[in-house]
């Protein structure tokens, strides 16, 4: 069974800056990575996802700008960088993939897409 793990989670000041890290295993290489998070009392949003290690990304509309999302095939590995972070920023945010499908279809941040899940990691930002 594929797992995703995850880490780089932790507190920071606003304008600060963390990079998460999701790494699957056993190591295979897996075509489209990303991350959804859920703040408590609100629903789950998909905020970036890459198709291919360098290929097109998709980011929400409250993290473009400040956020990048990259893809190391070599380390079989996703990242998150997070730059300028806010308030906002806080939640629990999850890994997911889905080891094969097409660019339309991972970069739709639709939920069902993605088929592997992290266990999460937490972001706090204070203010």
């Known amino acids: 069974q594929v797992q995703l793990e995850e880490s780089g989670g932790g507190s920071v000041q606003a304008g600060g800056s963390l990079r998460l890290s999701c790494r699957a295993s056993?190591?295979?290489?897996?075509?489209?990575m990303g991350w959804f998070r859920q703040a408590p009392g609100k629903e789950r949003e998909a905020v970036a996802f890459?198709?291919?290690?360098?290929?097109?990304?998709s980011y929400a509309d409250a993290v473009k700008g400040r956020f990048t999302i990259s893809h190391d095939p070599n380390a079989n590995t996703a990242y998150l960088q997070m730059n300028s972070l806010e308030s906002g920023d806080t939640a629990q945010y999850y890994c997911?993939?889905?080891?094969?499908?097409?660019?339309?279809?991972?970069?739709?941040?639709?939920?069902?897409?993605?088929?592997?899940w992290g266990q999460g990691t937490q972001v706090t930002v204070s203010s």
């Open positions: 890459i198709y291919r290690a360098g290929g097109s990304t």
């Open positions: 997911a993939a889905n080891p094969w499908t097409s660019a339309a279809t991972c970069l739709s941040r639709t939920e069902s897409v993605y088929t592997t």
């Open positions: 056993p190591e295979r290489y897996v075509n489209c």
